[in-house]
């Protein structure tokens, strides 16, 4: 008999290479969540926090999000002018928002805009607005 043992929550992390903050708020993300105050009862470590920053070697967007890599994912997008401004990122983003709500109740998308010119994404799911 062959077990496989997901992670009961991943957090992803997605921000534009462009966007100088992005390392600021994802690592205030990883030090909440990653931390001790999440650390499982075998000791482990907190929450995986995984980040998207960068295009993958090759491409013009990130490496993909496996969604079934653990029981539950959430996804952070910072959206800020420049994502929304490049087509490939846009485009990931969207893709990103699709896999999502097919996925049912066990992902969640959490668009997060940082800019106002990160609304020209216009996703369906509703953004906080960091940018107010």
């Known amino acids: 008999m062959e077990t496989t043992i997901h992670p009961l929550f991943v957090l992803y992390v997605v921000w534009h290479p462009s966007y100088a903050t992005g390392d600021k708020v994802a690592d205030l993300l990883r030090r909440h969540f990653g931390g001790d105050r999440h650390r499982d009862v075998a000791g482990e470590p907190g929450l995986s926090v995984i980040y998207r920053r960068k295009a993958a070697p090759g491409g013009s967007e990130p490496v993909s999000i496996d969604w079934d890599d653990a029981e539950t994912t959430a996804v952070v997008v910072l959206v800020d002018s420049s994502l929304a401004d490049d087509t490939a990122w846009s485009n990931y983003v969207r893709g990103l928002a699709l896999n999502a709500g097919r996925r049912g109740l066990l992902t ?9 010119e990160g609304l020209q ?12």
């Not at 969640?108 to 106002?116: G, N, S, W």
């Open 108 to 116: 969640r998308l959490f668009p997060v805009v940082m800019e106002t």
């Open 121 to 132: 994404l216009q996703l369906e799911e509703q953004a906080l607005r960091w940018d107010l």
